[in-house]
């Protein structure tokens, strides 16, 4: 029997399956052995109901991957804008990360038919990825509660 992947808009009852994956994430990918007490505290109410309501209130858009349950999931800020993409670290390397990314450049460009680009801050071991996907460093970094971000940003051509 064929698995159906379906990305759709975030509901009310994701948000436990949400938060749980971004907790995931944060610990095997981010965190490691480092000592990001703050920044994990940060992520876990970042994704809290409440608090992606919130967002949701304010210019924000969040999506999830299903393959039978929640994968993954994509944020978009302002329309021009990843946020934030985790999967489920057992469903990475599988194209699942790309489908969202996909997902939200499409969203982003029917927003905006005249956008131009889409930008991302990437934490250091995914920025790979992003330049796989076409994505270019800015040169610009930051440091957010002990996560270090590169600025990134994908061309779009108009129609």
């Known amino acids: 029997m064929p698995i159906f992947i379906v990305i759709r808009e975030f509901q009310e009852a994701d948000a436990p399956r949400v938060q749980k994956i971004a907790l995931k994430?944060?610990?095997s990918n981010i965190r490691k052995n480092k000592k990001l007490y703050l920044a994990k505290h940060f992520v876990k109410s970042y994704f809290k109901?409440?608090?992606?309501?919130?967002?949701?209130?304010?210019?924000?858009?969040?999506?999830?991957?299903?393959?039978?349950e929640i994968v993954g999931f994509v944020e978009i800020q302002d329309g021009n804008t990843i946020t934030n993409i985790f999967v489920d670290p057992p469903y990475q390397k599988q194209g699942?990360?790309?489908?969202?990314?996909?997902?939200?450049?499409?969203?982003?460009?029917a927003l905006d038919p005249k956008l131009d680009h889409v930008s991302l801050d990437a934490e250091t071991h995914a920025i790979k990825f992003y330049e796989h996907c076409g994505f270019t460093s800015l040169s610009r970094s930051k440091t957010v509660m002990g996560v270090e971000m590169t600025m990134m940003e994908i061309k779009l051509k108009n129609n």
């Open 49 to 68: 109901l409440k608090n992606i309501e919130a967002r949701l209130d304010n210019q924000y858009e969040l999506y999830v991957l299903i393959k039978n």
């Open 25 to 27: 994430c944060f610990d």
């Open 96 to 109: 699942y990360g790309t489908q969202l990314l996909k997902h939200a450049i499409m969203r982003c460009q």
